[in-house]
């Protein structure tokens, strides 16, 4: 079973900034089989990366993904107001899919 | 538009059931894989187990077999998600969430609104 964790736990960054969240697997993931998810408070989770650095349909490119084996990252170039929320990765490639346990991105 | 449309919020004793459903459209029901997915007042996200809409199989994580039970009715186009013996721990948000390619390793997108279970004496 694959476990992921994710740092920092908490992140504090002011609009504008570059946030860099990691996402580090227990066992190699095949980069094929990553993705980053957003959900902000009240709200189901939405999918913004997958196959690792692939944005889903309608993601801005502000949003980028990159990392193989055991080390994932997500990268926000430029953070607007709407971005600030929890972030979670997750391996969808063997049983059971599991998910980080979430990095919170609040307003510094 | 693809858009899944869960039941409304559901109050339950410890011990009791409760059956979730998840209804899809605007897309092909059969063509798309259906997750279950938990989330405990303010705990990250847990996943419950997959169901494929086409033939009805299904794969659970240990953590759940033998008390969740997901199945689907391909004339209403909507997925179900039973879970029995419950406890305190059970309280949580329930989402469903398909599929985002036609693969049964695919991640998860759109979901639905999602369900709050509370489970309370």
New interface residues.
Partial sequence: EIVLTQSPGTLSLSPGERATLSCRASQSVSSTYLAWYQQKPGQAPRLLIYGASSRATGIPDRFSGSGSGTDFTLTISRLEPEDFAMYYCQQYGSSPRAFGQGTKLEIK | QVQLVQSGAEVKKPGASVKVSCKASGYTFTSYYM?WVRQAPGQ????MG?VNPSGGGT?Y???FQGRVTMTRDTSTSTVYMELNSLRSEDTAVY?C?RG?GAGS??????????TLVTVSS
Wanted: proline content about 13%.
């Fill in positions: 997750h990250g996200l847990e996943w997959i794969t994580p240990q953590k989402y969430a985002y390793y695919d991640p998860f997108d759109p979901w639905g609104q999602g």
